[in-house]
């Protein structure tokens, strides 16, 4: 029997599994390590899928997405960058997921790299794995609020460089890039020629400032913004999300949907309409709630003396649990097997982030707070 591919058999899971596949099987776990929202899906969605579907929007759509989502998306990204957005820019995907997946796809040859931070979110570098491609690590630390500097992008870039990945606010520290960061590594992206992919899924969800779209700063079309329906309006299984890409990149990522997902599910698009220019209210509401258990949850923390991050947006909480002496991947374990709760090793985000964990303020309320409890008395042990 040949083979299977070994790029596929070779790309390392994603961490977080051996902790949920405990959790699965322990009905009175608390599960803090889950990154979607504990909300449900706005009852006004939910009814615009199932007219759109009883009126017969039940086949294939556009490659990408349909031309009223993509209107809507377009009409919003030039609001918030007071630049010119066409509908044709803006590809309908199945979640950031297959945003990024696409654009990667259109972007790199194998052997290609790119500039990843650490820590960020796992997908990244599994999908730059399954392309061929090459992640080039770059680490922020908690002494530089988890932010990059130019000078360490310099450093990890070459000859082969082809793209840096930017993710604001972060998954797992919630670092919010400042506007002039952010304007000086697009600038640096300009020098350096590289395609600037900025994953702005929390885009919706920060604590102090207003998140600044990184396409504001793009003078010249090499800034692909990801977006998804799942975080702000959550919506984490309805699997929309979206690129807006430069003029020029865009009809390859619609290209490149053909023959991967030909689209995405009709009544979802008609539901993700309806979140976009229905009530927003509830987006400030659910943001509101994980304001509120960012600060009780950073208040119990604090009073333990446990050293963790003030997140600026998304909604984790990176703790730094170096005083248990153990690794994140065996405090993790422990928490579970001694208290029954789940919680996420750091290294999942990078292999040098063992002495950090990540919780979920998207998680209820109350056993974020129990949870908490548990962690710290492990901590304590
Ligand atoms: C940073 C980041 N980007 C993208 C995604 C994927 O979002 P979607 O559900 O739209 O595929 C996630 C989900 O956890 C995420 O944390």
Redesign the pocket.
Known sequence: MRAASSAIRSMPRSGIREIMDIAMGMPDCIRLEV?EPNFATAPHIIEAAHRAALEGHTRYTDNSGIFELRAALAEQAAESTDREVLPEQIIVTS???GALFSTLTCVLEPGDEVIVLSPS?PNYQMQLQLLGAVARVVETSPENGYLPTIQQLEEATNAATKALLI?TPC?PTGAVIPSDLLNEITQFARHADLFLIA?E?YSRITFEEPQIPTACYDTDARVVSIN?F?KTYAM?GWRV?YAIAPASLAPLIRKCQEPTVGCVNAPAQYASLAALTGPQHLVEEMRNAYLNRRNISLEMLSQANVPVFTPGGAFYLWIDISQSGRTAQDFALDLIHNHQVAIVPGTTFGAENSDRVRISLASDASDLQEGLRRLISELER
């Open positions: 990154g979640g950031a997921m979110w993710n998954n994953d899924v998804s799942s984490t999300g």
